[in-house]
C-alpha cells in the first residue's frame, strides 16, 4: 500500500463519505485538501490537518448564477455586508482578460502638464487608502414574472468589498490636471475596450484606482491588476483592467453613454450621464425559497444609496398598509450596503412583507408603479423599486409580483 493510502486511512478513518484528495505540497508532504463531509465520531479521528489555502464547509454551497454576460450574487445565502470575493457578481463585455502585472501600465494624458505611464508598482507606491462600498450594474433589475425566483434573481447584480488602491485625485495632482479640464476618459484594456466619460469632480472627489479586494489582490474577474472605482455610480463607469485615462473638456460620446446606459424619462426624453445608483433594499430572508413557521422571525436584508449613508429603512408586514423602522447593523458605511433587521412574530396568516430604503438625503425608495408612473417601461436600467415577498397560509414565501404593463 502506498504511502498515500495509509496517511488517507489513518486521517479518515472514520468519515462517511471523503472527498478529500491528497496532494504533493512544496515542503514535499503529503496535505490534505478539502473536508469530509461529515464524521460519524469526530471526536474519534484527527480531522484534515492545516493546508494552503482554506474551503467552505463542504455543507455549504453558496453559488453565482453565470449567464454568457453576468453572474449574480447570492444575496439570500450571505450575512452580512461584505461579498465573499468569490461571489462577487460579474459582468463582463467580452470576458476577463489575462494581464502580467509585470508588464501593466495605466496611461494618464490628455489636459494634463506631465503625461505618465504608471506601473502596477508605481500605484503601490503612492500613499494607500481602503474603503467599503457596494458596486452595482444599472440593469441589475429582474421583471416580476414568477414567483419562484430569489434575491439573486432579483437583484444579485450588486456585491460589496473593502477597497484598496490610491486615490485618483493623488494622481490626478502627479500628473498635473489642468483647471479647465471638466472630464476625463476611462478606458479598460479587455477585448471590449470598455470606455466612458467621467466628469473630472468625481475623480477629485472620492473616486480611486484599486488594485486590491477584500485584503488580497484584486480578483481577475474584479479588474485584475488595477480598475476605476467609482463609489455609488453605476457599475459601468468603474472601468476594470483600466489602462487609459484620458483628461479632457467635454465627453467622449462613447458606445456605453449613448447608445447604451441611457434611460426614457417623461416626456420622450432620454437621460443620459444617469451616473448616481438611487436608494434601494432587498429583504433577503425570509425570502423565497425560505419556508416559514408561525412565531417569531428576524426579517433580515440588505440596504444601499449611491448618494450616501443609509438613514433608515422601513419595513412593512401587512402588504404596504403600515411600516416600522428596522435596525441597521452598525458601521452603517457612505455608498455602502448596510444590513438590516426587524423582528416580527408572523400569526400564520397570508400577508405580504416588504422594505423601503431612506438615504440620508431624504430620497425615498419607490415603489414600481411610482417608477413606471415617471419613466414608463423604460429600458431596464436604474429600476430599484421596493420588493414584497408574500407568506402563504403554509409559510411558503415567494416573490409577489406586481403589474408589468
Ligand atoms: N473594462 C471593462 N470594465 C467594465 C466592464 C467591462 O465589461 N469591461 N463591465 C462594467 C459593468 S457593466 C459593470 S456592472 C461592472 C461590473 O463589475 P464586476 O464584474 O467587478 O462586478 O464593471 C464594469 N467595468
Ligand atoms: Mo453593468
Known sequence: ?????TRRRLLLGGAATAAVVLVESSFGKMVQTGIPEAAVDPTKQVGPLPGVLGTRSPFEHPQRKPSLTSSQTPLQDLYGMITPSDLHFERHHAGVPAIDP???????????????????????????????????????????DKENITPQDICGLTSQSEWTGVMLSTLFREVGVHPKASWFLAEGS???????????????????????QNGEA??????????????????????KWIRRIELSDGPFMTREETSKYTEPVKDGKIRQFSFTMDARSIITYPAYPAQLQKGWVE????????????????????????????RLQEPVLDKAHTYFRYLWQWDGDTTAIMSRAIDETGYVQPSLEELIAARGIGTGYHLNPVTAWLIRRDGQVVYSPEKWK
Open 1 to 5: 500500500m502506498s504511502q498515500k493510502m
Open 102 to 144: 509585470n508588464s501593466y501600465e495605466l496611461m494618464i494624458h490628455g489636459m494634463v502638464d506631465k503625461p505618465t505611464v504608471f506601473s502596477l508598482a508605481d500605484l503601490k507606491r503612492f500613499p494607500s487608502v481602503s474603503r467599503i462600498c457596494f458596486i452595482e450594474c444599472s440593469g441589475n433589475f429582474r421583471k416580476p
Open 190 to 212: 479587455d477585448a471590449a475596450v470598455m470606455t466612458r466619460s467621467i466628469p473630472v469632480s468625481k475623480g477629485w472627489e472620492d473616486a480611486m484606482i484599486v488594485y486590491a
Open 218 to 239: 484584486i480578483r481577475p474577474q474584479q479588474g485584475y491588476p488595477a480598475r476605476l472605482l467609482l463609489p455609488g455610480w453605476e457599475g459601468n463607469t468603474s472601468v
Open 299 to 326: 426579517i433580515r436584508g440588505l440596504a444601499w444609496s449611491g448618494r450616501g449613508k443609509i438613514r433608515q429603512v422601513e419595513i412593512s408586514t401587512d402588504a404596504g398598509k403600515t411600516w416600522n423602522a428596522a
